[in-house]
Each structure stands twice: as structure tokens, then as C-alpha cells.
């Protein structure tokens, strides 16, 4: 009797496992070589990074994510795509955040590739993990996993040369110096006495999750990356749209965010190491490794164009739509039946950025809007538009203007924590692939 009892036990946990994928639970789409790029509130770096062409030097890395969902299973990704030496990574560990860089006492858990403790990954090229238990997740629907965060740490052996980073994290992570050695095993924060705001290498962590699990991808600039947004508030247009997701599906939903500050559609022509650009490569340069490489894609909101049409930029109306309409079709080839939907381009009208704020961008701009709205090539379209603009003056609602981040009177481009809660609150959930309501 305890032996049929058993093996039932065991066929069920099969069947389940047999029902369950990965999904992506956390992103961040990855630029470089460090220190190009737009990072926010970011500390002095000088004396953790002396010299950028040789990027780090036998330092361990404490990269702080918030996942989406949460499963009793992760993997991560890490990424060297605009290195140009091979990276040597060890003593890889996972572990849940106490606070700062502390870890919760017992969860610091090692991370292996194909079964070894450390990777070289070679220029150009990303690495997935082996898939981790993690013991401390014991129902990844626990209310009490809700926002809170996982600790990546790991350790550079030797010198990596230039890094592959993501600038804008707008989340606190932690460094040693050069030289510090191997700490990513370590609970304790003692080891780790640099703080950043950007992260490091690591681009992608999946879990496992059940098969009707929806992943939505955020696509875009700064306003998706969350430039003026508060440091550490988790409150990006998309941080919003996922609490309202999991208020009602609960674990059944991800949204993860690639955006990268200053990006923009049609430009620059070439992206590389030896020639990168702050705003990172364009968006048809970056949707294979941003979004279709991801893990159980279902959708993806595209909110993009004001750059292109800035004095950094300077593009024209045709190109812009033709690099839009040749992504979207990208997007639909690469993941067959993924939800594309066009997001409408806020104004700038008037902003103290000195690449932005023309009358002639904004003409561009509601161009681009129009074609967003009505030709067609989305499923759906999100009108954020609407949500921040005040129509007596064209330009942003006043509210919306004072930075979040570190305060100040704001740019009348990037929406402050108000402005991003607006428009996160404004998308109607019909528009998206979800799952069915449980009763």
C-alpha cells in the first residue's frame, strides 16, 4: 500500500513537471562596452572600474533583480555580446535578499554550467545556467514572495576587458574592489562595500513555471527603461502593469522590461564594441537577443520613436515606420503567435533636454503616432499619449514633470513616478494575451 501510495505520489510530480516550462521572470537588456550608456543616480565608479578597457579584475559582482514570478526552479543568463576578450565567471551563486547586499541566512545557493562551477564565455556570446533548485521557495504563489529579491553574485576571474553592462538598473547593486577576490559565496555584506546602480553581465533569469504561464516584454527607450522614476521603487510604467497583472492572475503572468535609455528604432546603422552608441544598438539589432531569445514570449508592447527624432537622431518619418514594420514582422517570424502591440510616443514638447523639446520633433512624433494608431501593423495600441498630455499646452502634465529619481524640477520628457503609475494604471488588460480568470 505505501509503495502504490509513493509511486502515485511520483507519476503525479511527473506529470506536473512534464506541464511546467521555462519563462523569463526578470530582464535587462544588455549594452556596452561599460561606461557608454545612461545610467541613473549612479555612484563614482572610478575607483571600482580605473580603467574601462580592462573592465573588471578578480571582482565579485552582488546583482540585486526582482523576478516577476517566482518558481522552485532558476536559471540565468549571462551575457558577454559586446566584450571583446573571453570571461572567465566562478563561484556563481543565487541567493535571497536580506537587505543592501546582505543575503537571508541558509539561501545562497551555488550555480553550476553543464555541471561545473565556472564558465568562460567567449566575446560576443551568452551563457545559460544549469537549472537550480531553489529550497527557500517552497510555493512560488506565496503572497510572502511578493517583491521580494534575488541576489546574482558571482566572480570575474582575472580581467574580463570591456564589459557588457546594462546602465540604467534604477536598482542598487553592490561591487569589491579590484583585486577583492572571490566573495559571491558570502551571506554577509562585509565583502561587498561598492554600491551600483546599473547591472553586470547577467541579461536574462527564467523559472520554471506551468505551461499556460503568459511572459509580457516591455520594448522601448528610457520611459520603459524608467528614467525618472524613483531609485529602488520597482515603479516603472511596467512594475505598475505587473502588479495589476498579479493582483489578478497571481503568479501566472511576467512582465519583464527591455528597454534601454536614449534607444531608438531606426538608428545607429552599426552597433559594436569598438563603435557603440549610449543609447544602445537599434531595434532590429537587438530584438533577437531582447526579446525572441527570451523564454515563453507572449506578447510585446513596443513603445519607441522619440529619440529617433531628436537632434541625436534626426531620422525621418518613412524610416522610422519601415524599421517598425520590419521589427514587428521579426517579432511575429521569430515567435509564432506573439500579441505585438504599438504603445504611443509621449510628447517632449518643450523639454530642457537639449537633443529634445523641438515643435519640429513633436510634428514627427504625432506622425508616428498616427501610423501607430491606425496602419494596422499591431494587434492592439496603447494610447500613452493620451495619458500624459496636457492638450492646452501640448507638452507633458505639470504633475508629471519633477524627477523621481534624485528630484528636481524633471525634463518634460521622462514621467515622474506619478506620470509612469498613470500610464501603467491606463492600459486596458484587454489587450493582452492573459490567461483565464480562476473562480
Known amino acids: 500500500m505505501r509503495l502504490a501510495v509513493f509511486l502515485m505520489g511520483a507519476l503525479l510530480s511527473l506529470a506536473a513537471m512534464a506541464q511546467e516550462k521555462w519563462v523569463t521572470s526578470w530582464a535587462a537588456s544588455v549594452q556596452g562596452p561599460y561606461p557608454v550608456g545612461n545610467p541613473s543616480a549612479q555612484p563614482r565608479m572610478d575607483v ?10 578578480d571582482q565579485s559582482f552582488r546583482l ?6 517566482w518558481g522552485r526552479e532558476a536559471r540565468i543568463r549571462l551575457s558577454n555580446a559586446f566584450g571583446t576578450n573571453p570571461v572567465t565567471f566562478n563561484a556563481v551563486h543565487i541567493g535571497l535578499q536580506h537587505s543592501g547586499p546582505a543575503l537571508v541566512t541558509g539561501t545562497n545557493r551555488p550555480v553550476r554550467f553543464s555541471g561545473r562551477n565556472e564558465v568562460t564565455v567567449a566575446p560576443g556570446a551568452s551563457v545559460w545556467s544549469d537549472a537550480l ?62 554600491s551600483t546602480a546599473s547591472w553586470y553581465f547577467l541579461d536574462a533569469l527564467d523559472v520554471k513555471a506551468p505551461a499556460a504561464t503568459r511572459v509580457i516584454v516591455a520594448f522601448g527607450d528610457s520611459i520603459t527603461d524608467g528614467t525618472a522614476s524613483t531609485m529602488n521603487g520597482d515603479d516603472r510604467w511596467p512594475d505598475v502593469l505587473a502588479r495589476r497583472l498579479h493582483a489578478q492572475y497571481a503568479n501566472r503572468v511576467a512582465v519583464v522590461n527591455a528597454g534601454i535609455g536614449g534607444n531608438q528604432i531606426a538608428g545607429p546603422a552599426e552597433y559594436s564594441a569598438a ?27 513596443w513603445l519607441e520613436g522619440i529619440n529617433d527624432f531628436s537632434k541625436n537622431g534626426n531620422a525621418g518619418i518613412d524610416s522610422v515606420t519601415s524599421a517598425l514594420r520590419q521589427g514587428v514582422a521579426r517579432l511575429r517570424s521569430g515567435v509564432p503567435g506573439v500579441r505585438v502591440i504599438g504603445a504611443t510616443v509621449v510628447t517632449a514638447l518643450g523639454s530642457t533636454n537639449a537633443a529634445h523639446g ?17 496602419s494596422g501593423v499591431f ?12 492638450p492646452a499646452t501640448g507638452a507633458m502634465r505639470a504633475e508629471f514633470v519633477p524627477e523621481s529619481t534624485t528630484g528636481g524640477a524633471g525634463d518634460k520628457l521622462h514621467p515622474n513616478r506619478a506620470g509612469y503609475l ?16 480562476r473562480p
Open 422 to 437: 498613470a500610464m501603467g494604471m491606463a492600459i486596458d488588460l484587454k489587450t493582452l494575451p492573459l490567461p483565464e480568470l
Open 275 to 301: 563603435k557603440p552608441f549610449a543609447g544602445g544598438p537599434a531595434s532590429g539589432q537587438r530584438l533577437e537577443r531582447d526579446v525572441i531569445s527570451l523564454s515563453g514570449v507572449s506578447a510585446v508592447i
Open 48 to 57: 571600482v572600474f580605473p580603467a574601462p578597457q580592462s573592465g573588471a579584475r
Open 64 to 69: 540585486v533583480v526582482r523576478p516577476a514570478i
Open 379 to 390: 494587434d492592439s495600441v496603447i494610447d500613452f499619449d493620451a495619458v500624459v498630455l496636457d
Open 133 to 194: 533548485a531553489l529550497p527557500f521557495v517552497r510555493d512560488a504563489g506565496d503572497p510572502l514572495l511578493q517583491g521580494r529579491k534575488l541576489a546574482v553574485s558571482f566572480h570575474v576571474a582575472g580581467e574580463s576587458g570591456p564589459m557588457t553592462w546594462h546602465a540604467k538598473a534604477l536598482q542598487t547593486s553592490y561591487v569589491n574592489a579590484p583585486g577583492g577576490g572571490a566573495h559571491a559565496a558570502d551571506e554577509g555584506e562585509a565583502p561587498f562595500p561598492y
Open 358 to 374: 523641438s515643435p519640429e520633433q513633436d510634428e514627427k512624433r504625432k506622425a508616428l503616432n498616427a501610423f501607430i494608431r491606425s
